[in-house]
């Protein structure tokens, strides 16, 4: 019996997220926030990763959330912020290293809501089917 070498995606996802979101837009993007940062920003947040692949495939069904902050005491800037992010997602395909593919990629929900204290907070989720193209079987 044969079995697929698998490898799990996670840091080529955030790594690809993170360059694109950098590049492709001008609000600043973090994994982890400096002390010094000002809003608005972008966070990457949860990232979920589940295998879904066949004998000799290894395909994996990915969710990656983004945070978006904003001070401003309207939606006016979040809903800005939503919209670059979105159009960033939506029409330039994630670039994965370490022989990963992106098979599709699409924006799952937006979600925004005033913080309890001041500004708005966003959450983007994408969903990203991603094949390992380094696969073996053993």
């Given at each position: 019996m044969s079995i697929i070498n698998k490898r799990v995606p996670i840091l080529a996802l955030q790594k690809a997220v993170y360059k694109l979101l950098s590049s492709g837009q001008t609000t600043s993007v973090y994994d982890d926030v400096v002390p010094t940062a000002e809003l608005p920003y972008i966070t990457i947040g949860a990232i979920?990763?589940?295998?879904?692949?066949?004998?000799?495939?290894?395909?994996?069904?990915a969710s990656l959330q983004l945070h978006l902050w904003s001070e401003y005491q309207g939606k006016k800037e979040i809903n800005c912020m939503m919209n670059d992010v979105a159009t960033v997602l939506g029409y330039a395909t994630l670039a994965l290293e370490?022989?990963?593919?992106?098979?599709?990629?699409?924006?799952d929900f937006f979600e925004a809501y005033a913080e309890d204290e001041y500004g708005y907070h966003g959450v983007i989720t994408l969903i990203v089917k991603i094949q390992d193209m380094e696969c073996e079987k053993i």
């Open positions: 979920n990763i589940k295998p879904n692949g066949t004998k000799d495939k290894a395909i994996y069904d370490e022989n990963f593919q992106v098979i599709s990629q699409d924006i």
